[in-house]
């Protein structure tokens, strides 16, 4: 084949050469400080204000209720550390599954006085409504809950979260980096207090991304300076990167139901192959509408998940074997944990991940070598075929 197979979409994406196109000249003739009152800072100012309307079409807001940040992480932290800062009771409530912008922004929390309720999910990785509604029981500052899981790709049923939390008068954040323009979002409908989204998970720049602060939701800003984004993120905005998000944004929102459903058909004929080919693998995660379109994770029983993303690699296959940020440590992925796991069979894990550029050529190519691999890796040698199948 002698070209990479990148199956490893979750943890970044290419930047469409559509957006690298409209991004160009703001690095060049374009390159004027928003805040500037000449020509080119109201050129650059345009540019932004323009870009916001286009990230609030996407999300079904308002456009002065997004913040730009430099991404997830600083949009996870904004609205965790900034509710908290201003909140009354010091508790908050999220999941064991999220992702390490939001966890370790709850430990930060805890070290400083916070009690912090990580709530459990099932086997898919899906929250239960009652153990939320349990927690909720007691007053909270906030709840911080992913809409789709980054490692497994499980969709949480986030509006009925919404209305939990509503009920209780109590903030919702929502972590969509990954959901974002792959499950539609209607900001409008559901009563979310806040949510994060990032640039470069959609074919857009790194380096750049929003929360939505819904108006009326009070926050202390993280970044103290200039009072830029309404005083909540000082800091010069990354103009070039946030037309490049907004051109991301648009694509996607335009074509998101026809790539969602040649994603996960080409999904689902990778997960049937790879099943096939190996017998006591199983897929990691829910199936159908609960699972992201984009999203595979499998386990390889008696195998380690890195020495398999180390031997695909060599065969020019990108693949992960959790979250970007975790894969170079070689502990076993919490989300598989918490959805029962034993440390073991949480180590023989592979996420597979697909964009709309992944063709049925890509597919069939990376399913094969797969097989062939994990062949050479002497899998299964430890665990029957009964255990393996067990969790199928
Ligand atoms: N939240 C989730 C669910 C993610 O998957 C990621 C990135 O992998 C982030 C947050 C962090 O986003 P960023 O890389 O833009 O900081």
Redesign the pocket.
């Known amino acids: 084949m002698g070209k990479t197979v990148y199956l490893d979409n979750?943890?970044?994406t290419m930047a469409d050469p559509a957006v690298v196109k409209a991004m160009l000249p703001y690095y060049s003739e374009k390159y004027g400080n928003p805040s500037s009152l000449h020509a080119f800072g109201r050129e650059a100012a345009q540019a932004l204000e323009e870009s916001r309307a286009t990230i609030a079409k996407a999300l079904g807001c308002e456009a002065d209720e997004i913040v730009f940040t430099?991404?997830?992480?600083?949009?996870?932290n904004l609205a965790i550390l900034g509710v908290a800062a201003l909140a009354k009771t010091k508790r908050v409530i999220t999941t064991a599954i999220?992702?390490?912008?939001?966890l370790k922004t709850c430990d930060y929390l805890e070290a400083n006085g916070f009690e912090v309720v990580r709530l459990p999910v099932d086997r898919y990785g899906i929250l239960r409504l009652a153990d939320l509604e349990r927690a909720l029981s007691k007053e909270a500052a906030a709840v911080s809950v992913?809409h789709?899981?980054?490692e497994v790709g499980s969709v949480q049923p986030i509006e009925a979260i919404a209305k939990l939390c509503a009920g209780k008068g109590v903030p919702l954040h929502v972590?969509?980096?990954?959901s974002f323009g792959k499950l539609p979002i209607e900001l409008s409908k559901a009563p979310i207090s806040l949510l994060?989204v990032?640039?470069?998970?959609i074919h857009g720049p790194?380096g750049a991304?929003a929360l939505f602060v819904r108006r009326g939701v009070k926050l202390s800003p993280r970044l103290l300076g200039g009072g830029h984004e309404r005083g909540l993120r000082s800091g010069t905005e990354n103009v070039s990167g946030i037309v490049g998000f907004a051109k991301a944004a648009e694509i996607a929102r335009r074509n998101r139901v026809k790539n969602c459903r040649k994603m996960s058909l080409l999904r689902d004929r990778l997960a049937k192959r790879v099943l096939a080919a190996n017998k006591g693998a199983w897929l990691n995660g829910p199936t159908g509408v609960k699972r992201l379109c984009n999203n595979a994770n499998f386990s390889f029983p008696g195998i380690e998940g890195e020495a398999l993303v180390l031997r695909l690699d060599a065969e020019g296959i990108a693949a992960s074997t959790g979250?970007?940020?975790s894969s170079k440590s070689l502990k076993p992925s919490h989300v598989l944990l918490a959805m029962g796991l034993t440390p073991v069979q949480a180590h023989g894990s592979l996420r597979l991940t697909l964009s709309r550029f992944t063709t049925a050529r890509e597919i069939d190519y990376a399913a094969g070598k797969i097989a062939q691999v994990v062949k050479e890796l002497g899998g299964f040698s430890n665990v029957s075929r009964e255990e393996a199948m067990r969790r199928v």
């Not at 430099?70 to 996870?76: A, H, I, K, R, V």
């Not at 972590?175 to 990954?178: E, M």
């Not at 990032?198 to 998970?201: G, L």
């Open positions: 979750a943890a970044t430099s991404g997830g992480t600083e949009s996870d999220e992702h390490p912008a939001v992913m789709a899981n980054n972590d969509a980096v990954q994060s990032s640039s470069h998970k790194k991304g979250s970007a940020c």
